[in-house]
Structure formats: C-alpha cells, structure tokens
C-alpha cells in the first residue's frame, strides 16, 4: 500500500524559515517525479515546486529563489525548504507522487503552513 506523508508543518513569522518533508513507502520512489502544492482557503490547488525522478527542479515564480526543493531517494524522501516567508504563503502543503512510466498520482494528507505575526 502506497502512502505519502507530510511534515514539518507550523506558523511561523514573516520572514522565518520552515523545512517541510515528504515520506513516500510502498513504491519505487525513483521512478517517480514529486511535487509540492498548496491550497489555500478558497483556493485553487497550485504547484510550487517539483522535482523530477533525477533531481531537476522546478518552481512556481511565487517562490522562485525562496523555496528549494530536493530529494533523497536512499530515504524516500523529498523535502522543501521554505526561506524568507510571507503571510501570503499560508496555505495547506500537499506533496504529490507521479508515476513515471504509467503517471499514476499519490497525495499526502497535507501540512498546515501559516505565516503570522
């Protein structure tokens, strides 16, 4: 059984820094891309930033030079460091595991970000 879990999740200050982590077990986890999304009340749910099965990164311009994403596919595990925050990124973190060959998706249950003085 495939399960994908979110952490590191909190609030935090304008300005401060978090590090969210995504645990995929019961896969081949690099045969799959990964992404982090977020939502936000009322929103839309948006990509952030995805990483590839071979590590090239990608990011939304919102977070551009902020936020980096890496992978460490010994531990099944993606993180994404979260720099110099603002309120506008309190949102709902989602982690999404796609599939390579077949592009199956595995999401996460999701990690609270809120951003507040």
């Known amino acids: 059984q495939v399960q994908v879990v979110e952490s590191g999740g909190g609030l935090v200050k304008p300005g401060g820094s978090l590090r969210l982590s995504c645990a995929a077990s019961?896969?081949?986890?690099?045969?799959?891309?990964v992404g982090w999304y977020r939502q936000g009340p009322g929103k839309q749910r948006d990509l952030v930033a995805l990483i590839s099965n071979r590590g090239n990164a990608n990011y939304a311009d919102s977070v551009k030079g902020r936020f980096t994403i890496s992978r460490e596919n010994g531990k099944n595990t993606v993180h994404l460091q979260m720099n110099s925050l603002k309120p506008e990124d309190t949102s709902v973190y989602y982690c999404?595991?796609?599939?390579?060959?077949?592009?199956?998706?595995?999401w996460g249950q999701g990690t609270q970000v809120r951003v507040s003085s």
């Open positions: 999404r595991a796609k599939g390579l060959m077949m592009g199956e998706l595995y």
């Open positions: 019961g896969l081949t986890f690099d045969l799959y891309h």
